[in-house]
């Protein structure tokens, strides 16, 4: 469980973060997205208690993180693959930090192969690439088998197999009963893990929805009609999200096709076409954070 | 606390800088030797008649250069964790920032006296060897009488390592508290033999680097450029000085700042 309430981060004069709240719940897999600078990454550290907020708070398992005893034994955080001394090796660097959260040490080689580098165990950290550090973070993460999990841009650098096992990985740890908190600048990433989303941008909340609505939302059907003014006026009548396009084609939200054409027939108003529409997940994120953007301004 | 102290051994003995540091120290060993070989070299060229001189102290030679060599690894043990963004991974594991300060201070506290005593008995013995019983001024007498100046001196690369630690742990850069650090152990020595008396006296008595001489000296002092003014126990406690006040000046910034 992830509880973030009221949260302020401000850089100087920069608001990182503007009383942003939501909730992460123990079985779901709840994706944070957001584009690059909206606060995702200040959020998450917050919750871990490396920075101090200014105003709200976040909790995690119903007390603040440093409140924890042996934190790594209850949460899992990967926030930053180079958090770690390039000059050690992923076994020492697991190593340490199993000692510091007295958790047994056979678990540093379990976690060194289930994570796929068992064999680059003894190489400088610094030498590996992206993908390794990835997943070398992901074992750290995963060290003291956490409850709740806290990854920022976790598949960055990683090959699609890399991907995929990610993926596979959080909707296990998930059904399992625990708490995945999975932050991503990119909607395809998220779509396929995520169960709920929580749409930040420029440090506020703008959407916390489930990808299934999310789609609904952006479902939608396109028609042509000679007199498009007169169909606008008698679909938003009956309640249906109606916007003009360039061309005089109009695409109506709320109705599928058949209440579409049926609507229009009971009305004598002549259609030319008329086909069900679906705006990409990708827009419809889009569309949310742009709307954002237009709002601070 | 023993979970944080465990943790930082861990750390120091599998960090790559650590053990840099720790070679650059125990290469006064082979230093100290060479010069001793020299001077024997140069005695033995002499005709038996014309054979005087003396040789300076080389446990001082190689405590002087170990401050520096331990202080680096003292500084690195923090400033490094900053710069390569670790601190952020330890601060997640161990959330309790003062403990984790604690600990490190605790860990290279007692690893720099270790290794500086074992380099400076080593030096000791191997001055002593190659010198053998030649008439020599300076070559050092049994530990009996020697153990008391090398003792401060390992107590002085404590001092270096915990001062670079607190600045370290001050500035969070390895670039400024290495040079600060470096500062305090040649150039401000340097530049203060030239204050106008007595403050060159007075100021270069409370400088780190003179302080285990004041508190034991392994011969003459004639010719530092450090002052001769405090009784050993100021010396001493000057020495806890400079090791505690950064720590304890960095210790609230360290729950202030974000990390």
């Avoid at chain 1, 100087?12 to 990454?41: H, I, M």
């Avoid at chain 1, 200014?54 to 934190?71: K, Q």
């Avoid at chain 2, 060479?34 to 070299?41: F, G, L, Y």
């Avoid at chain 2, 720099?112 to 030096?123: E, H, K, S, W």
Wanted: glycine share 10%; aromatic share 6%; hydrophobic share 50%.
């Amino acid at each position: 469980m992830i509880e973030v309430e009221e949260l302020t981060k401000r850089y100087g004069r920069t608001t990182a973060v503007d009383r942003l709240s939501f909730r992460a719940e123990p079985g779901l897999v709840t994706g944070f997205l957001g584009p690059n600078g909206a606060g995702k990454s200040t959020t998450m550290r917050a919750l871990v208690g490396l920075d101090r907020p200014d105003a709200g708070r976040a909790r995690v398992l119903g007390v603040p993180y440093a409140r924890l005893r042996h934190p790594l034994r209850r949460v899992g955080a990967l926030l930053d693959a180079d958090a770690l001394d390039p000059g050690r090796t992923p076994r020492a660097h697991l190593h340490w930090l199993a000692r510091s959260n007295r958790i047994p040490r056979a678990r540093v080689d379990e976690a060194l192969e289930w994570a796929g580098i068992a064999g680059a165990a003894s190489r400088r950290a610094g030498g590996l690439s992206l993908g390794m550090r990835q997943r070398l973070g992901v074992a750290a993460a995963l060290l003291g088998d956490p409850e709740v999990l806290v990854l920022d841009e976790p598949v960055n650098g990683l090959d699609p197999d890399g991907v995929r096992w990610m993926r596979e990985l959080l909707r296990a740890k998930a059904a399992e009963g625990r708490t995945v908190l999975l932050s991503s600048h990119l909607m395809s990433e998220v779509a396929r893990t995520a169960d709920r989303l929580v749409v930040i941008a420029r440090g506020r909340l703008v959407a916390d929805t489930s990808v299934r609505e999310l789609v609904q939302d952006g479902e939608g059907v396109l028609v042509h009609s000679p007199r498009p003014g007169d169909l606008a006026r008698l679909l938003s009548e009956r309640g249906a999200g109606v916007q003009p396009g360039d061309d005089g084609a109009l695409t109506v939200t709320g109705m599928d096709v058949r209440e579409v054409g049926e609507a229009a027939a009971s009305a004598g108003i002549p259609l030319h076409g008329s086909a069900p529409v679906r705006t990409s997940l990708e827009e419809a994120y889009m569309r949310l954070t742009a709307d954002a953007g237009e709002a601070v301004r | 606390m023993i979970d944080a102290v465990a943790t930082e051994w861990i750390k120091l003995r599998t960090s790559r800088a650590a053990w840099y540091c720790l070679i650059a120290a125990a290469a006064m060993l082979p230093l100290a030797a060479a010069i001793a070989w020299t001077a024997s070299q140069a005695w033995d060229a002499l005709p038996p008649d014309e054979r005087t001189g003396s040789i300076s102290p080389l446990t001082q030679l190689a405590g002087w250069g170990m401050t520096l060599a331990l202080g680096v690894m003292g500084a690195l043990a923090v400033s490094r964790e900053y710069t390569s963004g670790m601190v952020r991974t330890t601060f997640t594991a161990l959330p309790s920032r003062g403990r984790v300060l604690a600990a490190k201070a605790l860990v290279c506290g007692a690893v720099a006296p270790a290794t500086a005593l074992a380099v400076l008995v080593a030096v000791w013995w191997a001055t002593r060897a190659v010198l053998g019983d030649r008439g020599m001024e300076g070559i050092p007498g049994p530990l009996t009488q020697e153990w008391e100046p090398i003792a401060a001196m390992a107590a002085e690369a404590a001092v270096f390592t915990l001062l670079g630690l607190g600045l370290a742990a001050l500035t969070r850069s390895a670039v400024a508290s290495i040079a600060a650090l470096g500062a305090l152990w040649y150039l401000v020595p340097m530049t203060v033999q030239f204050l106008p008396e007595p403050w060159n006296d007075r100021v270069g008595s409370v400088l780190p680097g003179g302080l285990a001489a004041q508190i034991a000296s392994p011969g003459p002092t004639g010719g530092s450029v450090y002052g001769d003014l405090l009784p050993p126990w100021g010396a001493a406690l000057t020495m806890a000085l400079w090791a505690l006040v950064p720590l304890l000046a960095a210790w609230p910034l360290l729950r202030l700042r974000d990390a």
